[in-house]
T-cell receptor, first 115, second 112 residues
Framework: DSGVTQTPKHLITATGQRVTLRCSPRSGDLSVYWYQQSLDQGLQFLIQYYNGEERAKGNILERFSAQQFPDLHSELNLSSLELGDSALYFC??????????????FGPGTRLLVL | EDQVTQSPEALRLQEGESSSLNCSYTVSGLRGLFWYRQDPGKGPEFLFTLYSAGEEKEKERLKATLTKKESFLHITAPKPEDSATYLCAVLRTIQGAQKLVFGQGTRLTINP
């Protein structure tokens, strides 16, 4: 158990809908990262938050957005869903000191199926 | 462009048959190379971090090594429970932000 929690575990929805994925980082970690994993793309970095502020963006679509709240939990919002958005979505967290390469600890993921 | 290539894509071994997985990378400003293990439908589980060429880390039957261009994950006398996908990732720091770039993984199967 990494200490990172994600809800829900599974999500089934229809095209055009909007969903929210939730992540709680490990106790004390300030940085939260979101990743998408599909069969053909592997693990792709989406976005990073540090202590409530956006720090880095990766291959995140404009239909997707995220935020980190004062209690450091984070939410990833996916809107106007398409079939191709079906994937595993992972949250990871790290201490946030950035003194050296920090280890990112991953949560169990949310499996999203868009029908 | 940052690139991480893992080989082979899949590897099937007999229990007790040692082997190595390769991770080659091209990245500027490397801040660390990471190995993770991922079971089907689960989140990646952290194994090792390597920071500089020549560094080695060991954990049970696994040993990770790092050169300037690649990393190896050596598996000695594997057991069926070592079956998983092994992911390699390199970390870059750009303007204070940390970006982890993953390879496609090696799917390892250990037959009893």
């Amino acid at each position: 158990d990494s200490g990172v929690t994600q809800t829900p575990k599974h999500l089934i929805t229809a095209t055009g809908q909007r969903v929210t994925l939730r992540c709680s980082p490990r106790s004390g970690d300030l940085s939260v990262y979101w990743y998408q994993q599909s069969l053909d793309q592997g693990l792709q970095f989406l976005i990073q938050y540090y202590n409530g502020e956006e720090r880095a963006k990766g291959n995140i679509l404009e239909r997707f957005s995220a935020q980190q709240f004062p209690d450091l939990h984070s939410e990833l919002n996916l809107s106007s869903l398409e079939l191709g958005d079906s994937a595993l979505y992972f949250c990871a967290s790290s201490e946030g000191t950035a003194n050296l390469g920090e280890t990112q600890y991953f949560g169990p993921g949310t499996r999203l199926l868009v029908l | 462009e940052d690139q991480v290539t893992q080989s082979p894509e899949a590897l099937r071994l007999q229990e007790g048959e040692s082997s190595s997985l390769n991770c080659s990378y091209t990245v500027s400003g490397l801040r660390g190379l990471f190995w993770y293990r991922q079971d089907p439908g689960k989140g990646p589980e952290f194994l090792f971090t390597l920071y500089s060429a020549g560094e080695e880390k060991e954990k049970e039957r696994l040993k990770a090594t790092l050169t300037k261009k690649e990393s190896f994950l050596h598996i000695t006398a594997p057991k069926p429970e070592d079956s998983a996908t092994y992911l390699c990732a390199v970390l870059r720091t750009i303007q204070g932000a940390q970006k982890l770039v993953f390879g496609q993984g090696t799917r390892l199967t250990i037959n009893p």
